[in-house]
């Protein structure tokens, strides 16, 4: 396979990714029994659902709502939450929310980043794998009830600022260590770099008196970013737990708040901002891959000459 | 004249001003839906949307005497079927505006507009026919009907038209989290929970400067939270944690008249059910004193009871309740046996069978009942399954209870377990009428007896107390022998709230009516 051809792969998945996302939502609406417009006003009680419904465009069939939605989402017009905050601007809820979120899993890639390094490094020794695997093993949901038990112990119920970053630090925590994202990264790196060392050009290397890393690194920056987007991936899916358990006001509480209560006028851009997010994360695994696959076929060739 | 008002506000604002300006918070049952009260859907939401807007008419909480803040004279009109009203003067919007005639009429118009989705605009269609302005303060409000209590028909919130573009008004317009009321708090909805602002006007002087509604989450995390001062106020405490909470003496219980009631509905249309000696036998089988018991705490003869046992569609206070209607307290298998035998049900290894089919009873139960009721829903089955019927039990969310339930689709279930609640008016009509047109828009199971609709329209047309209270007790008998409900009780609600709140009289239903008397901290 050409080297081009993956990167170009990703860079197509990650035009796709947020225009399919809405569009396999919009088609869940119409596959999910009811419709939000009779939940609010159910036609055997109310007179208005057929205008509610139309002034959602739930009217006008999948295809109708998708465009509509869409056109509105372009212009950056997401307008109002029907049931999760009625009445509630949905710019200004993402706009809340999605900094808590950016924090949550920026704070959680930290130890997963250190613990890559450190494994990378050889600082982190292998007789720690053990510990290190079993603390993987204690589910998020798991652990965020903990901290959910501590945070309400000592801050109790309330909502005050010493609270949330309480809740966002062990939130991070949670998302950090649990579900093996530690101890898999630690893991992951260690093994990637041991299988390129035990390369033969690395050795040669070392014979010539340059540092191992200097030399693998470029051939497995692509593999690192892979391994990067992939648990970062894994951190998002856990901020949804993460945010309901500790009741963080993030993309992943509004994600499962609208998804409960049928409000795909919130369902529908935060999914998608997920979607942007996880095309984001494509787009930089891409570019590594292009910048080191360069990077290496730039690297002077030697000429062979015959003895 | 016109000083009176602008005398009144000052007066009402420095009195805000003299206050403490600290915040009261609250825990709620849950986050209000909406602060729309076109959109109000539970109590929670008439109680938060209770302190931004103001009621034509409301009861007084201790006189029970019809009151309104806003209306300086009324008449009766059209012989009957209208009534001309007069809105004070001075009374303001929280933007400032001037409450006027125009409004009153608009909030009219918009419940009428039969594109506003909203159940309860869709009530209000049946009792009004329009509204017309006489005036900047006076207009005149039709009735579809001559009424005997035509006051009590006009209970809504009155909206400002300056709020809305036309009388189309949908939920997820933005005034459904940051309305703009004539009561006594402005509020604010936030994703975890909502503030009211004080708001001093002609005929509101609030006290306290700003309330926190908070969603209150575990009943423990509350007691506990309340205990230690970190909120002041609970709406509704289980009775398994009254005890801990009346143990403190900084908190008080406050009883908090709600008249609902439980029951368990009974679908007739389930082949083993149509026959009513069978839903006699049912509700011969269900112990009540040791479901109370086993799932409240409350134990047999226990002085003040939390719960208090019904046999009809009313509580007992009610003034409908027919006291020559025994309530049923203790199971009676031997009878109930009789009754299942002799509805042609047979006894086959301890099971129940009909038509030669074993009777598998499915039975639900609204969610959110298991706080104030842990493990009814498992009780009740328990005793089902002692009366020799298989059960299959599962909890029902208040969406699909709204959707489903009260709409009259849950046919798939034999068995619900539910609460009304009511306020002052308590037309139960809509339970127990045959589904038609507009009659029974909550009949759980598609009840239908011509029987009772005759009982339920001679209510309907009553036009003094007598004759509707007279309606109502015959309704009573019926209901207590044909048993499409299975009446349980009334628990009582009680909230709890610090003894830094004074003078705080709760309302029943709508809780903060009296809310200007309320006192917090070291204010007056």
């Known amino acids: ?307 | 004249m016109a000083m009176r008002p602008a005398l009144l506000s000052a007066g009402a604002t420095a009195l805000l001003l003299a206050g403490t300006g600290a915040t009261l918070s609250y825990f709620e049952e849950a986050l209000p839906t909406s602060l729309n009260p076109l959109f109000a859907s539970s109590m929670v939401d008439f109680r938060a949307q209770d302190l931004v807007f103001d009621r034509l008419w409301y009861h007084d909480a201790i006189t029970n005497e019809l009151k309104s803040r806003v209306v300086d004279k009324w008449e009766i009109a059209n012989g009957g079927a209208g009534i001309k009203i007069t809105l004070k003067d001075g009374l303001k919007w929280h933007d400032g505006k001037q409450v006027t005639a125009k409004d009153l009429c608009f909030t009219v118009n918009a419940m009428l507009d039969k594109r506003t989705p909203s159940p309860m605009a869709e009530g209000y269609r049946e009792v009004l026919k329009g509204c017309e302005t006489q005036g900047q303060l006076t207009a005149l409000v039709s009735f579809t009907k001559i009424y005997h209590n035509p006051r009590d028909r006009l209970g809504f919130a009155i909206l400002p038209e300056s709020a809305f573009e036309g009388t189309f008004i949908t939920p997820d317009l933005s005034f459904s989290s940051q309305p703009k009321g004539s009561g006594p708090f402005k509020g604010s909805r936030g994703r975890r929970g909502v503030t009211f602002d004080a708001f001093a006007n002609v005929h509101h002087a609030p006290q306290i400067a700003q309330l926190g509604l908070q969603e209150g989450g575990d009943p423990i995390v509350q007691v506990k939270t309340i205990i230690n001062n970190g909120v002041q106020g609970i709406i509704a405490v289980p009775p398994a944690y009254r005890p801990e909470v009346s143990s403190s003496d900084e908190v008080a219980l406050k009883s908090y008249d709600l008249r609902s009631w439980w029951f368990i509905a009974v679908n007739p249309n389930s082949p083993a059910m149509a026959d009513k000696r069978v839903r006699q036998a049912l509700n011969l089988l269900i112990d009540r004193t040791e479901l109370r018991q086993l799932s409240i705490g409350a134990k047999p003869g226990e002085q003040n009871s939390p719960c208090e046992f019904i046999s009809g569609p009313f509580v007992q206070s009610s003034p409908y309740y027919n006291r020559g209607v025994a309530v049923s307290e203790r199971s009676d298998k031997a009878k109930a046996r009789q009754l299942l035998t002799a509805a042609g049900l047979t006894e086959v290894g301890g099971r129940w069978h009909n038509k030669g089919t074993p009777i598998d009873l499915k039975i639900g139960m609204l969610a959110p009942l298991n706080n104030e009721a842990p493990d009814l829903l498992t009780q009740i089955g328990n005793q089902l399954g002692a009366g020799g019927f298989a059960r299959e039990e599962s909890r029902i969310s208040v969406d699909e209870w709204n959707r489903k339930v009260v709409t009259g689709q849950a046919t798939n279930y034999d068995l619900l377990v539910g609460k009304w609640s009511f306020g002052i008016v308590e037309d139960v009509n809509d339970l127990f009428h045959t589904r038609a047109g507009k009659e029974g828009k909550k009949n759980i199971f598609n009840y239908s007896n011509p029987q009772v609709d005759a009982v339920l329209d001679d209510f309907s047309k009553a036009r003094t107390d007598t004759a509707a209270q007279d309606a109502y007790h015959k309704l009573h008998t019926l209901m207590a022998d044909e048993l499409p409900y299975l009446f349980l009780w009334k628990l009582d609600t009680r909230s709890a709230w610090r003894t830094e709140v004074r003078n705080n009289i709760i309302t029943p239903y709508f809780y903060f009516t009296e809310i200007d008397g309320w006192r917090f901290g070291s204010g007056k």
């Open chain 1, 1 to 307: 396979m050409r080297w081009w051809v993956r990167p170009l792969v990703r860079l197509v998945a990650a035009l796709l990714l947020p225009v399919a996302v809405p569009a396999i939502i919009t088609l869940l609406i119409w596959a999910l029994p009811g419709d939000p417009a009779s939940i609010i006003c159910p036609p055997e009680s109310c007179g208005g659902t057929e205008a509610l419904a139309a002034r959602w465009h739930l009217d006008e069939g999948p295809w109708g709502f998708f465009s509509q939605w869409m056109m509105g989402a372009l212009s950056g017009d997401f307008g109002n939450s029907w049931r999760v905050l009625q009445g509630g601007s949905v710019a200004e809820l993402l706009a809340e929310a999605a900094p808590n979120t950016v924090m949550l899993i920026g704070l959680a890639l930290l130890p997963v980043i250190l613990g890559a390094v450190g494994a990378a490094s050889g600082l982190i020794p292998r007789k720690v794998d053990g510990p290190l695997y079993l603390i993987g093993l204690v589910p998020a949901l798991v652990l965020a009830l903990v901290v959910a038990a501590v945070v309400q112990l000592n801050f109790g119920a309330g909502s005050s600022d010493p609270e949330q970053l309480a809740r966002l630090l062990g939130g991070a925590l949670v998302l950090g260590f649990a579900d093996g994202a530690f101890s898999g990264a630690v893991s992951g790196v260690r093994g990637l770099f041991e299988s390129e060392n035990r390369q033969r050009y690395v050795s040669i290397a070392i014979l010539r008196g340059e540092t191992p890393l200097s030399n693998t690194l470029p051939n497995v920056a692509a593999a690192l970013a892979g391994q990067l987007r992939a648990r970062t991936l894994h951190l998002l899916s856990g901020t949804v737990v993460v945010e309901v358990v500790l009741r963080i006001n993030g993309l992943g509480d509004l994600l499962w708040g609208g998804a409960l209560r049928q409000d795909f006028a919130v369902v529908l851009p935060v999914a998608t901002g997920f979607a942007l997010l996880s095309a984001f994360l494509l787009l930089v695994q891409a570019l590594v891959e292009i910048l080191a696959s360069v990077h290496i076929r730039r690297s002077p060739s030697l000429s062979v000459v015959a003895p």
